[in-house]
């Protein structure tokens, strides 16, 4: 399958929900999700889509000033694991360097390995703990932060 990926439009809301659904016990209602779309000054949403159209992943942040905040990284199950995670991390975090970032914020959850992993790899650490941040079920959140200067670009 041929993947690409580009800036989020408001027809792809209903893409991002399955991808919401298949990921998340409280998914973002599709009306949450229009809402971050046409935030157009402030978030920065990109999908990846294969070349039929059908939405496979998508990720978006906040742009606030010199400061980034990711929303959301989410894959369709089918799709995880392949490498698209990260390349889409990277065009997310690459864009707001670029706008003029120069640290960028997460959340996740304690036993979310597979992304902690992830954020690890392109240089994120852990700043502090958000203690029973999550619901469905309970649990923590690292704060987790990457600043501009101790970003991990690719191997080329
Ligand atoms: C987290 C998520 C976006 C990662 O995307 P992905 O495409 O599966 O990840 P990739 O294939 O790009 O892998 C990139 C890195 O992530 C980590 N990773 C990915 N899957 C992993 C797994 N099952 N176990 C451990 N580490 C994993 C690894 O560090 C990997 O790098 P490596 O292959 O060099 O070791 C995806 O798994 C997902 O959609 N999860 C459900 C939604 C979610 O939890 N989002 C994050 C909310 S904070």
Known sequence: MSMKMREAQRKDCEGICLV???????????????????????????????????????????????????TNIALRKACRGRGYGELLLRLLMETAWERGCSVIFLEVRFSNLPALRLYRKLGYTVVSVRRQYYTQPMEDAYVMSCERKKYRWADR
């Open 20 to 70: 919401e659904q298949e990921s998340f016990s409280q998914p973002w209602t599709k009306d949450a999700v229009i809402n971050e779309l046409m935030n157009k000054d402030l978030t920065l949403y990109y999908v990846l889509e294969d070349e039929q159209g059908v939405i496979w992943g998508y990720a978006g942040l906040w742009h606030v000033l010199d400061e980034g905040q990711i």
